[in-house]
């Protein structure tokens, strides 16, 4: 069901939509919407991009996410995951990469679900995941130490360290007015949850901040006088200039936007799967992604993906069609339309409040701990890919966390697969086995050889190690019924002991090989090769055909 490219839209009101049903998503895509309104705009401050272009992302990605989603109840737009990688965009290639770069990742994205991919990414390891969200997170929040203090540094630097320097030799620059703001926007997000959850804190925050700014005329920053106010229409549809030269310096910045993309929609779609109870449809999900990630920036947008925070809270208020996600999308450009020069008055300093706290969840930070307590190769992953994101770079954290992973995954498919004799007096063999080895009658000059496990390149080297260590008999059985699956390594290493069973004159029997190395082994015509009488259902039937051969050699 998941693998299916339609959009969950259609299915929903296919089944039945009732006025209850539209009642709890109107109610939901408001408050959503609402919800989101201080996090677009700060988001987009924070990538160095104007505060509007947040709410163009919220409105015209939100809307298609929706529209299009795998999941019934996704909610789309600009996250703090982006915030990293889009800042360096921009400061490297300006608005105009960007603009390439997002299309490039929404294309990726598409590509990706047509290609039934949804259902790979899954499989990202959790150590992984956990190290870049963690290490983005504390990018952040450093990044808003200066707005949340009242500093005002003309150029925040983009290493770690040089950030870290830059607060530090300014700290006398602290403006007590602002940082008086920044703390009291905090201090409501922390206590606020505790009087009611139906109203968030953050919005609660920049309204009480705001009206505080506005009728005491405080001499703080604001988003008016940092950008000049917030225009209250939607942009027109700008086509960027494209260069075969921009596309190929911009290829990795693309792919890492995409990859968080779809990461943080799927994890998004999984966590909704369940609150709900409901199943999506991952790569219906990476279409939905895709085709929002080449419209908004045509219209002045930047990168969305699904949103945790944003999709729970419409869970919560009682949404369940994608109906919710679309009423949160028009919420957002009600409010843009007749509301957004209003968003001149918002103090930075509360912003950067919000991003503080935006910040802190998605750190995760009991999880990172707690996997210190996991094997010490989800550790090397977990810090590798934290310490990169913090100090490198974030392409590069998560290129070399898939690389090291997949070393990882190797080697322990290397260690779970075991390959070797099986001796009659082997006393770990597990007597409760039916089939075990000790309960045959095996020849002399036969010899039982056994594959446990995967029989893939990471157990290959094994194989022909241990393979090659035995004396060839007349009759070898190679037993694989734990052999689930086997890749073209395992075949090579299978060739070989083919070519040296007929070298030496030994007859290479097989037992009981599963559905998938047996089409493997036919596609790879080793069949042929070994013949097909030389194939067994299982130990017993080889062995006597061991018997048959032994007795027709003497």
């Not at 969950?8 to 009732?18: A, D, E, I, K, N």
Request: aromatic residues 8%; hydrophobic residues 50%; contains cysteine.
């Amino acid at each position: 069901m998941h693998t299916r490219l339609i959009p969950q839209v259609f299915t929903c009101y296919r089944s039945g939509y009732s006025l209850k049903h539209f009642a709890n998503d109107l109610i939901a895509g408001l408050i959503t919407g609402i919800v989101a309104l201080p996090l677009a705009i700060a988001f987009a401050i924070a990538s160095g991009v104007s505060p509007e272009q947040g709410l163009y992302t919220a409105i015209i990605a939100g809307f298609i996410i929706s529209f299009f989603s795998g999941s019934q109840v996704q909610i789309g737009g600009p996250t703090g995951a982006f915030i990293v990688i889009v800042y360096g965009i921009v400061q490297q290639y300006g608005m105009a990469g960007l603009t390439v770069a997002t299309l490039m990742a929404g294309m990726m994205l598409l590509l990706m679900g047509v290609c039934r991919l949804g259902s790979v990414l899954k499989y990202l390891p959790y150590p992984l995941i956990i190290g870049f969200t963690t290490g983005i997170a504390v990018i952040i929040a450093v990044t808003q130490i200066p707005a949340f203090l009242g500093i005002q540094l003309e150029k925040i630097p983009s290493e770690f360290i040089g950030k870290l320097k830059a607060i530090g030799t300014h700290l006398h620059l602290i403006d007590p007015l602002s940082a008086a703001l920044g703390l009291l926007a905090l201090l409501i997000m922390i206590i606020w949850p505790k009087v009611t959850r139906r109203v968030p804190g953050s919005l609660v925050a920049i309204l009480v901040t705001t009206l505080l700014v506005s009728l005491l005329k405080l001499p703080v920053e604001t988003i008016g006088s940092r950008f000049g106010g917030v225009p209250n229409h939607l942009p027109s549809f700008v086509f960027p200039s494209v260069s075969l030269e921009l596309m190929r310096g911009l290829f990795q910045p693309a792919l890492t936007i995409a990859l968080l993309a779809a990461i943080e929609s799927l994890l998004s779609a999984v966590v909704a799967d369940g609150m709900t109870g409901q199943k999506h449809r991952s790569n219906m999900e990476l279409v939905a992604q895709g085709i929002a990630n080449i419209a908004s920036p045509l219209f002045g947008g930047i990168p969305a993906t699904g949103a945790i925070a944003r999709t729970a809270t419409n869970i919560k208020n009682g949404g369940t069609t994608p109906l919710a996600g679309i009423v949160h999308a028009i919420t957002l450009l009600l409010i843009l339309l007749f509301f957004g020069h209003y968003a001149a008055l918002i103090p930075m300093s509360a912003l950067a409040a919000v991003l503080l706290i935006v910040a802190y969840n998605m750190s995760e930070w009991h999880f990172f701990v707690k996997l210190f307590y996991s094997p010490r190769s989800d550790v090397l992953v977990l810090l590798t890919v934290f310490l990169l994101t913090v100090f490198a770079d974030l392409t590069v954290a998560i290129q070399t966390g898939v690389v090291l992973s997949a070393l990882l995954f190797m080697r322990r498919m290397e260690t779970v697969t075991n390959v070797g004799v099986v001796n009659l007096d082997d006393e770990t063999a597990d007597k409760n086995d039916p089939n075990a080895l000790t309960r045959f009658n095996v020849p002399k000059g036969v010899e039982v050889f056994e594959i446990n496990g995967p029989f893939f390149f990471g157990a290959a080297s094994k194989f022909q190690d241990e393979i090659s260590k035995i004396k060839m008999p007349k009759v070898l059985i190679l037993r694989m019924r734990n052999v689930p699956a086997i890749d073209a390594t395992g075949l090579r290493a299978l060739e070989g002991v083919v070519k040296a069973a007929k070298r030496d004159g030994t007859v290479l029997l097989l037992s009981r090989v599963h559905k998938q190395p047996i089409d493997a082994m036919n596609k790879a015509k080793l069949i042929e090769k070994i013949g097909h009488a030389n194939f067994h259902k299982d130990l017993a039937h080889a062995l006597d055909h061991a018997r048959r051969i032994i007795q027709e050699q003497s």
